[in-house]
């Protein structure tokens, strides 16, 4: 079956959530070094998400609907929440303050899932159903955008 926008970028949300949890669980065990390394892992993994939704299938839904100040809008300003987030997790890391980490980390987890099931349940599928043939063309782009 083809891939769509819906499958692979559903995909890459699991793939997200999948680091995330392994970043959460070195900094439960306190290993500071692997929490770093899962740190940057899982922002550079969030930020490339984002990348591919903003650069690529943000501006095809866009300028297939003529919709620019609706749902991408929204998904735009949440990316910018969440990004704050984890900028304000990388403090913790540095000052290996657990606590104040885990605090972030769940209402980070909250903000993503509930980010993610409005982009699953509505905007990919309304992102396939409006570009009909062209959003293979569409992951195809996506997959070739940069880390
Ligand atoms: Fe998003
Ligand atoms: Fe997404």
């Known amino acids: 079956m083809a891939e769509t926008i819906s499958s692979f970028l559903t995909k890459d949300h699991r793939a997200c959530d999948e680091v995330f949890a392994q970043m959460e669980n070195e900094v439960a065990s306190e290993n500071w070094a692997n929490a770093n390394k899962k740190f940057e892992e899982f922002r550079g993994d969030l930020e490339h998400h984002f990348n591919m939704e903003e650069q690529v299938m943000f501006p095809a839904f866009e300028q297939q609907t003529g919709m620019m100040g609706g749902p991408t809008a929204m998904m735009r300003m949440e990316h910018e ?7 304000q997790m990388k ?5 290996k303050n657990k606590n104040h980490f885990f605090g972030l ?5 909250m903000i993503i899932q509930q980010h993610n099931m409005k982009e699953e349940q509505m905007l990919y599928a309304m ?5 009909g043939a ?7 782009k996506m997959k070739e955008l940069e880390r």
Request: avoid cysteine.
């Open 81 to 87: 929440q969440m990004r704050n987030v984890v900028e």
């Open 91 to 95: 403090k913790d890391l540095d000052e």
């Open 105 to 109: 980390s769940e209402s980070l987890m």
């Open 127 to 131: 992102a396939d159903n409006h570009l």
């Open 134 to 140: 062209s959003s293979a063309q569409v992951v195809q």
